[in-house]
């Protein structure tokens, strides 16, 4: 329960149309399908690549290849990389973007 409330938390704090609900659902497909070979630990290091929400896409599009899984639909890859925004790399307002 208290997990449910802190998404929801997460959900108010990365802002413009995020639902909860796709956080709830990112976390469930990140859980299930990527922490088989990493811990969230990979997200908080100090020398991570990625820069942008737009780069945090394309990598979890990347790595989803990596799963026994394989296909994610763009809506599933979506809402991976807004979980994975709101819980560890906050880059703002999830526009989809580039610089
Ligand atoms: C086959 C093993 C494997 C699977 C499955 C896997 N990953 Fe990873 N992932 C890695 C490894 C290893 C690294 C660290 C690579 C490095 O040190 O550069 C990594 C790094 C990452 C990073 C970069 C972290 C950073 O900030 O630099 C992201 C984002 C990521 N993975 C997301 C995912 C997502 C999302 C999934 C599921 C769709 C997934 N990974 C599934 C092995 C995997």
Redesign the pocket.
């Known amino acids: 329960m208290r997990r449910l409330r802190l998404l929801a938390g997460l959900a108010l704090l990365s802002g413009a149309g995020t639902q909860a609900q796709d956080l709830e659902r990112g976390k469930l497909l ?1 859980d299930t ?2 922490n ?3 811990y969230e630990r ?2 908080q ?1 100090l020398r ?3 820069k942008d929400i737009g780069e ?1 896409r394309e ?2 599009a990347r ?2 290849l ?2 026994k899984r394989r296909t994610f639909s763009f809506d599933e890859l979506d809402d ?1 990389a807004e979980y ?1 925004n709101a819980s560890h790399y906050r880059f703002g307002a999830a526009t989809g973007k580039k610089r």
Request: with cysteine; charged share 30%; proline share 0%.
């Open positions: 990140y399908h990527c088989e070979c990493h990979v997200h290091r991570s690549d990625i945090l990598e979890v790595r989803a990596e799963t991976i994975l």
